[in-house]
């Protein structure tokens, strides 16, 4: 029974721990925390494994948030200004983001 109740704590202690990451579409541009992302070649943001990070439209016009990588493949579908989309990152790994629409539309997120 000890052996049961420190595995509960465990799992949930890192589920307690998931935090949700805002990131913005600005000008046809991620903005993360007020800056924009310049994709530098090194991921862009890191965050935990378990985290959420939510993607609001901030433009006029549709935008459309994928990733075809390993660690995270998704698609959130288009959605208008005022809207936004979430996904959780349950896998570590380098995950690259574009957008379906404006293809110059780019950054990486770490999963640690």
Do not use: W
Not at 26 to 36: A, E, L, P, R, Y
Not at 40 to 55: C, E, H, N, S
Not at 96 to 106: K, L, T, V
């Amino acid at each position: 029974m000890k052996q049961l109740l420190s595995l509960f704590f465990l799992f949930a202690g890192a589920f307690a721990f998931a935090e949700t990451i805002d990131v913005y579409q600005k000008d046809k541009q991620f903005v993360v925390k007020g800056n924009t992302i310049k994709n530098k070649g090194t991921p862009d943001i890191t965050i935990k494994q378990g985290d959420v990070v939510r993607f609001y439209n901030d433009d006029e016009f549709f935008h459309n948030v994928f990733s075809l990588s390993d660690a995270k493949l998704f698609d959130l579908g288009s959605y208008p200004k005022g809207e936004y989309r979430e996904i959780e990152f349950d896998q570590k790994g380098v995950v690259e983001i574009e957008c379906a629409i404006h293809p110059n539309m780019f950054m990486s997120i770490e999963v640690k």
